[in-house]
């Protein structure tokens, strides 16, 4: 077996779609000695794997569901208290501004940051000579620490010495007092997440544009298309699949907006900036309230799920 | 970790399937110039703070209580850095986050391939329920699991104090324990493994079990040298998620000598917020690694982005 080919990866096999799994052989009684021994080296091969993957994750989420129900200071055992976890965090004015607080980033991080992505990939996709350059500008913010990234937009954003003042000053505009200011505070965290997320969002489109036929835009131009035309008409429509995989990781991902928030408001000025995984946070371990902490994250937990799963109806529907 | 991720969607979609680069339209002449000058002010707006950054971390104190500021540091402060790490143990802390991310994603790659291995390669009863298992808990946020994990630890029986029950002490908190165990895998890490073993032809593994080779021995010597790119891929994902993350070693640790560069920059600025050089010093410090890392690895990098969305 020295002699294995180095180049079979490229089967010619469609690639895997990810879900199917092969059935095992029928008539189970019939195994040879060396089946049964690849089956047993086959559990052992996944057991470290189960073990992990089932103590915290698997468990951690059936005890979230089952805290979410109880009153829980860690201290003491929990006492389970019904949906008044649920019906307390509805009636709290900050943990229903936190939603608003979230969906409102997520308005302006995902669909709009989406929009400034795919124009930022159609321009990269020009055969420009610069393109590698600029790729890696625009993704740069991406792979690096939403809390050391943080700490610069906090210097940026300083009301007395910041860049952010300066520059406005510089073209005659006021300055503002930013993350200490109820009207900015949001904004100002909202541009954050939007400048860092704009990378991944682009590199995915990128990929999806590569795949567009050239042909069919050979065809539209042919028939006299202008570029925005062919824009509208064949990138667009093409780019579909490509929008609903970013639409799902970045709500995802805003969604579960902490570092910067710790960071550049801890939640204020007078809660404009915190959000729902802020609230689980404060709930849990500056409070101690572990069992509201748990209901707040099934909050935000049945949010995503739902927005998952609109989104994806709506994807199939349109096919 | 913060790794949240439909990767499920993401392989299934055309989007991820790697083509040959078409560049469909070449822009010329004038159009070209304005592209250009639209993209450079984009990558600016991204870069600046980068750069500030760095200018900030070499200014004096008294440069930088001027407004409107300078840009480029009137006396470069190198001196800075050395400060830096006088004012706090910020070599400590990135010693510590290099351990913790390199731990991780040794533990990764070593288990996330046996398991994908497995997963993808060999029939054994209960797989597909396995499989399914793992694919629920991709979809899980990392706010719906972390109180219960962080009670894990916490109750951690027969450690840091605890009798058999959990009760007493205080676990696994503030030890590398909790800072290493339970980020060391992930599901999503493999649901990549078992798409890139799945993605290999079966004959070589038939020829292999017919010359009498144990499944250990075609996952080690036949399968794996084949997916090395994919190994990378997983591996520079798996460090850059672990070294960025943040609140579960702000939750876990309270002691200075287990502090994370994250949490070491966080803690420093809430004591000494006005010392903005240092600070950026230590920004640039918890930054260099990725971003270096990156410029380095972009290969693969941006093939695990785009077949699977991190943050």
Redesign the interface.
């Given at each position: 077996?020295t002699t294995?080919?180095?180049h079979?990866?490229q089967?010619d096999?469609a690639?895997?779609?990810?879900?199917s799994?092969?059935?095992?052989?029928k008539r189970?009684g019939h195994i040879s000695i060396?089946e049964k021994?690849?089956?047993?080296?086959?559990?052992l091969?996944?057991t470290?794997?189960?073990i992990?993957?089932g103590?915290?994750?698997?468990?951690?989420?059936l005890?979230?569901f089952y805290?979410s129900f109880t009153d829980y200071n860690?201290f003491d055992a929990p006492n389970w208290i019904w949906l008044d976890n649920y019906i307390e965090m509805f009636q709290d004015p900050v943990f229903v501004q936190s939603i608003w607080n979230t969906i409102w980033y997520t308005f302006w991080t995902v669909p709009v940051a989406m929009a400034v992505a795919v124009v930022?990939a159609v321009?990269?996709?020009?055969?420009?000579k610069?393109q590698k350059?600029?790729r890696?500008?625009?993704?740069?913010?991406?792979?690096?620490?939403?809390?050391?990234?943080a700490?610069?937009?906090?210097?940026?954003f300083n009301p007395?010495?910041g860049?952010l003042n300066?520059a406005l000053?510089?073209i005659g505009l006021p300055g503002q007092a930013w993350l200490v200011d109820p009207t900015w505070a949001l904004p100002s965290v909202i541009l954050v997440g939007a400048?860092q997320?704009?990378?991944?969002k682009m590199?995915?489109?990128i990929?999806?544009l590569?795949?567009?036929d050239?042909s069919l835009?050979e065809a539209a131009s042919l028939d006299g298309a202008s570029?925005i035309r062919k824009f509208f008409s064949i990138t667009v429509p093409m780019l579909k699949?490509?929008t609903?995989?970013?639409f799902?990781?970045?709500i995802?991902?805003a969604?579960?907006v902490?570092?910067q928030i710790?960071?550049l408001t801890d939640g204020g000025p007078a809660n404009a900036t915190t959000m729902?995984?802020y609230e689980?946070?404060r709930s849990?371990?500056q409070e101690f309230r572990?069992g509201m902490?748990?209901a707040q994250?099934?909050v935000?937990?049945a949010f995503?799920?739902f927005v998952?799963l609109i989104s994806r109806r709506a994807t199939k529907e349109e096919d | 970790m913060t790794v949240n991720t439909v990767r499920a969607a993401a392989i299934a979609s055309p989007a991820t399937r790697k083509g040959p680069k078409r560049w469909y339209h070449h822009a010329t002449g004038r159009q070209a110039a304005l592209i250009n000058v639209l993209l450079t002010i984009g990558a600016v707006t991204m870069l600046v703070p980068f750069v500030w950054m760095v200018l900030t971390s070499l200014k004096s104190p008294a440069e930088l209580a001027q407004f409107p500021p300078t840009v480029l540091p009137q006396e470069w402060m190198f001196s800075n850095y050395a400060a830096t790490l006088d004012a706090a143990p910020f070599g400590t802390y990135f010693r510590n986050s290099l351990i913790i991310a390199s731990t991780h994603t040794i533990i990764t790659i070593a288990l996330g391939s046996l398991a994908g291995y497995a997963l993808a390669r060999v029939y054994f009863r209960g797989r597909e329920a396995i499989f399914l298992a793992f694919v629920a808990m991709l979809m899980i946020p990392t706010y719906t699991k972390i109180v219960p994990q962080f009670l894990l630890v916490k109750f951690m029986p027969l450690f840091g104090g605890n009798d058999i029950f959990g009760q007493g002490g205080i676990g696994w908190l503030n030890s590398w324990w909790a800072l290493i165990i339970p980020g060391g895998l992930s599901a999503s890490a493999i649901f990549l493994f078992r798409q890139f073993y799945l993605s290999l032809p079966k004959d070589l593994e038939e020829a292999a079990r017919l010359d009498g080779l144990g499944e250990f021995r075609i996952y080690a010597q036949i399968y794996t040298p084949l997916i090395k790119p994919a190994i990378a891929t997983v591996g520079l994902l798996t460090f850059q998620d672990s070294w960025n993350n943040f609140l579960w070693p702000l939750l876990v640790t309270t002691s200075a000598d287990l502090r994370v560069i994250q949490v070491g920059l966080a803690v420093f600025q809430q004591l000494d917020n006005t010392q903005w050089q240092y600070l950026m010093a230590g920004t640039t410090m918890a930054t260099v690694p990725m971003v270096l890392l990156f410029i380095f690895a972009q290969k693969y990098f941006i093939q695990g982005f785009t077949n699977a969305g991190i943050k």
């Open positions: 077996m294995t080919d180095r079979p990866v089967s096999s690639p895997p779609t990810g879900m799994v092969k059935k095992l052989p189970a060396a021994r690849r089956r047993r080296a086959g559990w091969m996944i470290p794997s189960v992990h993957v103590l915290w994750t698997a468990i951690p989420v005890a979230t805290l860690i930022v321009l990269l996709n020009q055969g420009l610069m350059f600029y890696t500008a625009f993704f740069v913010p991406q792979v690096t620490a939403t809390v050391a990234i700490m610069v937009w906090l210097w940026i007395q010495y860049l300066a000053e510089s400048w997320g704009i990378g991944i590199l995915i489109y990929a999806a590569q795949n567009i050239e835009y570029s699949p490509a609903f995989f970013v799902i990781i970045s995802i991902g969604f579960q902490f570092d710790y960071v729902m995984t689980v946070y849990a371990f572990m902490a748990a994250s099934v935000l937990f995503l799920l998952t | -």
